[in-house]
T-cell receptor, first 113, second 112 residues
């Protein structure tokens, strides 16, 4: 049963600290998406990769957020420095790259105090 | 930016009742997807509708794509507590990209 995995599931940190979230996409999927979900804004797209290349990160605050895919089995989202307004659930999703189907991981719930 | 408006925002019903939730836009979409998200989990794809007027059924769930491909509805017959969750609709953001734009969802609670 192929699934997207994300670590950690929960993270509590203090303002100013670096946060790194990791995602393992489904094997064979060549598109990877990072989303942020809040009650107010819903699901917002932060970054989009195709074949490990970043194609769109216009939804991401550039001064503090960065997203990378070091290899096909790992995508990372970093926040440095973190701020209380970054508190949200962050989801990674992967897709086959031949359709709009996206498969989501369980998310990382981030709390910045 | 193509926006998807979902209504109602919240819905609480008794087990056994029927319900319909809506996803509307002023833009035409080539397809629309419906996802269900349970508490503490990521969204799970339920269905993709592609053709205007298309109706798809998934057990007690009936999905319809509007004739003009600007709206969609999800009808649940005889709701069960297991149907509780956040129902999200999503559509492509533009040609040549596999990015989706999501509505804010309808939060459904089915009370036993």
């Amino acid at each position: 049963d192929a699934r997207v995995t994300q670590t950690p599931r929960h993270k509590v940190t203090e303002m100013g600290q670096e946060v790194t979230m990791r995602c393992q996409p489904i094997l064979g999927h060549n598109t990877v998406f990072w989303y942020r979900q809040t009650m107010m804004q819903g699901l917002e797209l932060l970054a989009y990769f195709r074949n490990r290349a970043p194609l769109d990160d216009s939804g991401m605050p550039k001064d503090r957020f960065s997203a990378e895919m070091p290899d096909a089995t790992l995508a990372t989202l970093k926040i440095q420095p973190s701020e209380p307004r970054d508190s949200a659930v962050y989801f990674c999703a992967s897709g086959p790259g031949s359709s709009y189907e996206q498969y989501f991981g369980p998310g990382t719930r981030l709390t910045v105090t | 930016t193509q926006l998807l408006e979902q209504s109602p925002q919240f819905l609480s019903i008794q087990e056994g009742e029927n319900l319909t939730v809506y996803c509307n836009s002023s833009s035409v979409f080539s397809s629309l997807q419906w996802y269900r998200q349970e508490p503490g989990e990521g969204p799970v794809l339920l269905v993709t509708v592609v053709t205007g007027g298309e109706v798809k059924k998934l057990k007690r769930l009936t999905f319809q794509f509007g004739d003009a491909r600007k709206d969609s509805s999800l009808h649940i017959t005889a709701a069960q507590p297991g149907d509780t969750g956040l129902y999200l609709c999503a559509g492509p953001t533009g040609a040549g990209s596999y990015q989706l734009t999501f509505g804010k969802g309808t939060k459904l609670s089915v009370i036993p």
